[in-house]
């Protein structure tokens, strides 16, 4: 079914260091419609909903599951 993907990374830096600064960390968020989902089990990152659409957002590691 069609999902909507985002996500970025940050960065780090520091008016002390001589180097730059590590990456921050990124956010992924998986957006769907709901009802496209019916009848799937769709497990991973922080579930939420709005309207009607359910939105998976990862902020560390994880893995989308659908099964």
Do not use: E, M, W
């Amino acid at each position: 079914f069609p999902v909507t993907i985002g996500g970025g990374g940050g960065s780090s830096t520091s008016t002390c260091q001589t180097s730059g600064g590590n990456g921050g960390s990124g956010i992924v968020i998986i957006r769907y419609l709901t009802a496209d989902g019916a009848g799937k089990t769709i497990s991973g990152g922080t579930i939420t909903t709005s309207g009607t659409d359910t939105i998976h957002t990862f902020t560390s590691s994880g893995s989308l599951v659908i099964a």
